[in-house]
């Protein structure tokens, strides 16, 4: 497949320690029992395999899924870990994270696909995301799998204000929501993932 990002040197790898810091740091921040931030990295990397992508684009995208919701961390909002539903003008406020994600991720050097990715990873398939309602194609694919990722990750693992369920149960949403919020190719080829340690679900544990 052609790049949309232009290659850099890299390593192949998951052990950027200044990531993993920032990803440590959205994990305590969010509640999450179990590295949510690096699960979804290599659930990503996975799908990405799938659709051949050059070496690069694998690796912006396993750097955005480490920082994706950096600009939660970064805002701060006691809302953010509220057991209840969020009112209006906190969910408005709460879509900001995605632009100040961005600006984040670029003030920390990292390349502008990086930026790029961390801003659209709410964007959905149908074009009711945040916050540049995108559809289709117009959303990245690097972004469309990071969308499917999180949502898995977010789904199976708990936090003090929502219980994980399980594998079966969180692929079945995927379903569901497949071509609303999800690229059907995308929740395709995740199904197909096997043998992964990071596709279990914590609902047990």
């Known amino acids: 497949m052609e790049s949309i990002f232009a290659p850099e040197a890299q390593s192949d790898n998951f052990s950027d320690e200044p ?3 920032i990803s440590a740091a959205m994990d305590e921040f ?9 699960r979804i ?28 919701d950096i600009g939660e961390l970064v805002m701060n909002r006691e809302y953010i870990r509220a ?9 408005i ?7 100040i994600g961005e600006q984040e991720a670029a003030k920390r050097g ?9 801003r659209w990873h709410h964007e959905w398939w149908n074009g009711a995301g945040y916050p540049d309602a995108l559809e289709h194609e117009q959303i990245p694919l690097a972004a469309r799998i990071l969308r499917v990722a999180d949502t898995y990750a977010a789904l199976t693992d708990s936090r003090p204000y929502s219980v994980a369920i399980s594998a ?11 071509g609303i919020e999800f690229d059907p190719k995308v ?8 043998n992964l340690p990071e596709l279990e679900s914590y609902s047990n544990s």
Do not use: C
């Not at 990503?44 to 992508?53: G, L, M």
């Not at 406020?93 to 632009?99: A, G, I, K, P």
């Not at 079966?168 to 497949?178: I, T």
């Open 19 to 21: 990531l993993m810091q």
């Open 30 to 38: 969010e509640g999450y029992a179990h590295p949510h931030g690096k």
């Open 41 to 68: 990295a290599v659930i990503s990397d996975a799908i990405a395999e799938q659709f051949n992508f050059a070496p690069h684009d694998r690796h912006a995208l396993r750097q955005a899924a480490l920082v994706h």
């Open 83 to 91: 057991s209840r539903l969020l009112r209006e003008e906190e969910r």
């Open 93 to 99: 406020d709460m879509q900001r994270h995605t632009v």
């Open 110 to 118: 990292l390349s502008r696909a990086v930026q790029l990715l961390v």
């Open 168 to 178: 079966s149960e969180a692929k079945r949403y995927l379903v569901e929501w497949s």
């Open 187 to 194: 929740v395709k080829a995740f199904l197909s993932l096997e």
